[in-house]
């Protein structure tokens, strides 16, 4: 559970069974009714994973703040080859964490984004009307 907006970082073990170069890390943000909510993946990212050998471990990270409505979603995760995971796909954990975002207190909204925006506003006298 964490609040909307607080910074979050997935933490992803992976334990190598062959030999692979450069793999392609992902993870995938779902609402519950099972719409993407956001996605993304080391290739995406423009980020090179490195190359591991049979039965090496290695930790992959993404931190980013929290920007979604409260509510109930799910966390996939995958490690594949290439941009998507239709070619070599080593492996791809649907629902592998539930969790909860919970509304903030000093900024309340609606919707599943929370887009922080800034306001203005000008005000003009009747007399700057003619």
Request: glycine share 6%.
């Amino acid at each position: 559970t964490l609040e909307a907006g607080d910074i979050c970082t997935i933490k992803i073990a992976v334990k190598f069974l062959e030999k692979i170069s450069n793999p392609t890390v992902g993870i995938l943000i779902r609402d519950r009714l099972g719409y993407d909510i956001f996605g993304t993946n080391t290739k995406n990212l423009y980020q090179s994973t490195g190359t591991y050998e049979k039965l090496s471990l290695a930790y992959f990270n993404f931190s980013f703040p929290m920007n979604i409505g409260p509510g109930n979603y799910t966390l996939t995760v995958a490690i594949h080859q290439d941009t998507t995971h239709i070619g070599e796909c080593y492996e791809w954990i649907d629902r592998v964490l539930n969790f909860k975002v919970l509304p903030r207190t000093d900024f309340p909204f609606l919707g599943v984004s929370m887009l922080l925006p800034k306001f203005s506003y000008e005000q003009q006298s009747p007399n700057e009307l003619k």
